[in-house]
């Protein structure tokens, strides 16, 4: 009769095996995939060992419902074996060779467990012969797998990357000095004419960022992106049709200019293109505050401080209190770890009270708010999020 204390347990072992493995073999536990592979491995072992325990111990079962029952729970094995083979076996094309390696260790392992029960005396002798044959078949693959001729590997050959070329002649275009301010002249040549096929490249000398956007398509046709002081932008015209193309600057609006995509030989060219001294506006020029003082433009940023959402930190905004001038920029950066805003407007009490100057929405850490100042005054902020951390800009 079939042991049950034994059979039971290597039942559910071995099942509980052979879905460790298909699982780590599928790919689904990538993650840990070595981890799962020796766990189950092990699992599947031992479960054999009562599994052939169990079923060989006493014999086949010979009552009508041991062997219903036996019957069920082999089922299970053998519909989980042949589920795992067939899930794997697209993915890994070695699964056919471990399930070779499996009969080779479970049929010798059953076959001892049935001797260890039915024939003990020649228990000794049959695992010398197993064990034996195991060491010279597994030394006589490993020496031949030394001895046969590998086929040379395939080398790859490299995919060659494609670096875009530069076009052969490239216009210059200006962005000057002091172009933030609404009343100085901005991007130098005004029309600049290039050939189609030419390069064209703005310069950005002023000391705020800038962009080149065509203006018709609000950037469909080209568009910089924003150009830092003193970076340049180069704009192929191969694809561009003929014609005329309105452009400006996204950050500034009043910034517009023309570029003229034209037949070959019709380019300003580099030339063209007048050094600072040449143009109405020196390379120096400043925004006009009120009252005729000169100013230059600037950019000055402003850190939300860590630790900014606890009221005892005791810094919020570092600079609190911002001093600049007209055509001017702030930036905030969160570097808290939690979200804030900066909005324009003050906190009466506990009352928020916005003016809708500016707000920059929730911000995350690490992202950057900007606001260009181009009117004079005070300006107060605040985060929605936090009432207690306030701020102040004063423009010039």
Not at 49 to 61: C, M
Not at 146 to 164: I, S
Not at 210 to 220: F, I
């Amino acid at each position: 009769m079939t042991d049950w204390d034994l059979l039971t347990p290597g039942i559910g072992l071995t099942t509980i095996g052979i879905v460790g493995v298909g699982v780590s073999l599928s790919g689904i536990a990538k993650t840990f995939i070595d981890g799962m592979h020796a766990v189950s491995l092990l699992t599947m072992f031992i479960g054999m060992i009562f599994l052939a325990s169990g079923l060989f111990k006493d014999g086949f079962p010979s009552s009508g419902r041991a062997k219903s029952g036996t019957f069920i729970t082999l089922g299970f094995l053998v519909t989980f074996g042949v589920a795992a083979a067939v899930t794997v076996s697209a993915q890994v094309p070695s699964i056919f060779a471990y399930i070779g390696l499996m009969a080779i260790i479970g049929i010798p392992g059953a076959m001892l467990a049935f001797i260890s029960y039915r024939k003990p005396e020649y228990l000794k002798a049959m695992a010398i012969i197993f064990i034996g044959g195991s060491i010279v078949a597994g030394t006589t693959f490993y020496a031949f797998g030394l001895v046969a001729p590998k086929p040379p590997a395939e080398e790859e050959e490299p995919t060659p990357v494609e670096t875009p070329q530069p076009p052969a002649n490239i216009v210059k275009v200006t962005i000057l000095a002091g172009a933030s301010s609404q009343d100085n002249p901005d991007y130098d040549p005004d029309p600049v004419v290039a050939a189609q096929g030419e390069g064209v490249e703005w310069t950005n000398e002023d000391n705020v960022p800038h962009t080149v956007t065509s203006k018709a398509d609000d950037g469909a046709t080209f568009d910089s992106g924003v150009i830092a002081a003193g970076k340049a932008w180069l704009l192929d015209t191969s694809d561009i049709a003929l014609g005329d193309y309105e452009y400006y600057c996204y950050l500034h609006p009043f910034m517009t200019a023309m570029l003229q995509v034209a037949e070959a030989g019709e380019s300003t060219g580099e030339e063209s293109s007048a050094p600072a001294s040449e143009t109405n506006t020196p390379s120096n020029a400043t925004d006009q505050a009120p009252g005729g003082a000169a100013t230059p433009a600037t950019v000055t940023a402003v850190s939300i401080a860590v630790g900014s959402s606890a009221p005892t930190n005791g810094e919020f905004f570092v600079p609190d209190v911002v001093v600049t001038t007209v055509g001017s920029m702030v930036t905030w950066t969160n570097n808290d770890a939690t979200f804030h805003t900066v909005t324009s407007g003050v906190v009466e009490g506990n009352t928020p009270k916005p003016d809708g100057r500016f707000d920059s929405s929730f911000m995350k850490k690490d992202t950057t708010f900007q606001f260009l100042f181009e009117s004079p005054g005070e300006y107060d902020y605040y985060c929605s999020l936090h009432l207690y951390m306030t701020g102040k800009v004063i423009v010039e």
